[in-house]
């Protein structure tokens, strides 16, 4: 049957070398019927009883519907029957190589299979299947935006160490700083202070190199002599003085930093985190509706039940004497042979 429906011509007209358009099609003669040959084809008398489609209708069906064979490749003849064993329609002629196959269902007979159990458990399956596609796609769904969340919370725990380590570093940086300065103000006063003592000093002993200057000039013998006295006192003492202040006071005062963290060795090493995968099995699995099953069974199909099966000796045992009285509590068989457990 080909699928173009709409450009389908009659098939009995064609046999007569005339073109019409088909209106309906007989699936029993796998005919296409004009207008004409549709009424012909409802009152001759072998084919009054077949059910016919209208085109319209056969636009709807699903491509692999109407490709589904209705004849015989081998034979030409109508699919009459469908084999349980080997699952598949046959013709009359087929029929009799299929004698021992069981019952076969009669095509022809089929009804209400619209209504069957089997169509009945074929729509829960797929609802099934549908409903279960809804859930594991809710589950990917939720993952998918909890792991996006969770991908923002990282980055945010990220940038939130960060901005601590930040925050550390400040205030560390701000309590050298301030220990820097108040170190190097506390020496800067002591040599300032230093400066200031021993610039006075040196004004003073300019004063008396000038007062020397003025007495030579100016003062009588006795009072240069008696002057001499009194300016030798205070050199001695100023002496004495420079030379306590040169032992104890000119100290050279060297400030440095010695730092306690270094990149390379604390932070170029260490890292931020470590990123974490969990994968935890999900709580969910393939839920199945009661009565309805993964295998489906074809009306008229009867699946091999234990009477159905004929046995046929392939070999026998002999134990040996020695195991004495022996008895067989069990086996089991594998494609290497059988095992019995004694
Ligand atoms: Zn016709
Ligand atoms: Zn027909
Ligand atoms: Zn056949
Ligand atoms: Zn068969």
Redesign the pocket.
């Known amino acids: 049957m080909a699928s173009a429906y709409q450009e389908q011509c009659c098939s009995i007209c064609t046999l007569q070398h005339i073109t019409n358009k088909a209106d309906e099609w007989c699936p029993e003669c796998d005919e296409y019927l004009c207008s004409s040959c549709k009424t012909h084809h409802k009152l001759a008398k072998s084919s009054r009883k077949h059910k016919t489609f209208e085109m319209s209708d056969l636009k709807e069906l699903p491509t692999f519907v109407s490709a589904i064979k209705l004849e015989?490749?081998?034979?030409?003849?109508n699919?009459e029957y469908f084999c349980p064993k080997h699952e598949i329609p046959?013709?009359?002629?087929?029929?009799k190589e299929h004698t021992s196959c069981g019952t076969f269902t009669i095509l022809r007979k089929l009804e209400d299979t619209k209504t069957s159990t089997t169509m009945i458990k074929l729509e829960q399956n797929v609802k099934d299947i549908q409903q279960n596609l809804e859930i594991f796609l809710q589950n990917r769904r939720s993952n998918l935006s909890n792991l996006k969340g969770q991908h923002e919370s990282c980055r945010q725990k990220v940038k939130e160490i960060r901005l601590e380590i930040n925050q550390h570093l400040d205030k560390l940086e701000k309590i050298v700083n301030d220990e820097i300065d108040t170190t190097y103000t506390k020496h800067k006063l002591q040599v300032e202070q230093r400066v200031d003592d021993l610039s006075g000093r040196e004004t003073r002993m300019n004063t008396i190199q000038n007062n020397i200057e003025k007495i030579k000039d100016h003062a009588s013998e006795i009072q240069i002599f008696l002057s001499i006295q009194s300016i030798q006192n205070n050199l001695k003492e100023e002496e004495s003085q420079l030379v306590t202040i040169g032992k104890e006071k000119l100290r050279e005062i060297e400030l440095s930093f010695l730092p306690a963290l270094s990149c390379t060795s604390d932070i170029k090493q260490a890292s931020f985190g470590e990123i974490k995968i969990n994968t935890k099995p999900a709580d969910i699995s393939f839920v199945r509706q009661d009565g309805s099953e993964a295998q489906l069974v074809m009306p008229g199909i009867h699946t091999k039940d234990i009477d159905g099966i004929s046995l046929t000796k392939k070999n026998s045992i002999t134990f040996p004497t020695y195991m004495g009285n022996t008895s067989i509590e069990g086996c089991c068989s594998n494609d290497d042979g059988i095992i019995f457990q004694l």
Do not use: F, L
Not at 72 to 77: I, L, P, R, W
Not at 90 to 95: E, K, L, T
């Open positions: 015989c490749d081998t034979h030409h003849e699919y046959i013709c009359v002629i087929c029929a």
